[in-house]
């Protein structure tokens, strides 16, 4: 159903907030990253990127969980099959 209503909201050039997984650039202090954050999503998919204003503990458990994020990918590939 998610993915379903993010393409409607892009066939639909609706402007609509959703939840996706999106490139940060800077935001949330964040870069060369994708991760779910709120965005702007029109018919050529994430137009922007919305900051919500972060607590001092939702900002450190945002970068923790970027941390980890950037962890498992840095994984990817180096496991070697016998």
Not at 9 to 34: C, K, M, R, T
């Amino acid at each position: 159903m998610s993915v379903a209503r993010i393409v409607r909201a892009i066939l639909n050039d609706e402007q609509a907030i959703l939840p996706v997984s999106s490139y940060l650039d800077g935001e949330y202090g964040i870069n060369d990253l994708f991760t779910g954050v709120p965005a702007v999503v029109d018919q050529n998919g994430v137009r922007e990127i919305i900051e919500l204003t972060l607590t001092p503990e939702e900002k450190r458990q945002f970068d923790t969980s970027c941390h980890q994020l950037r962890a498992v990918i840095s994984t990817i590939g180096q496991s070697k099959v016998s």
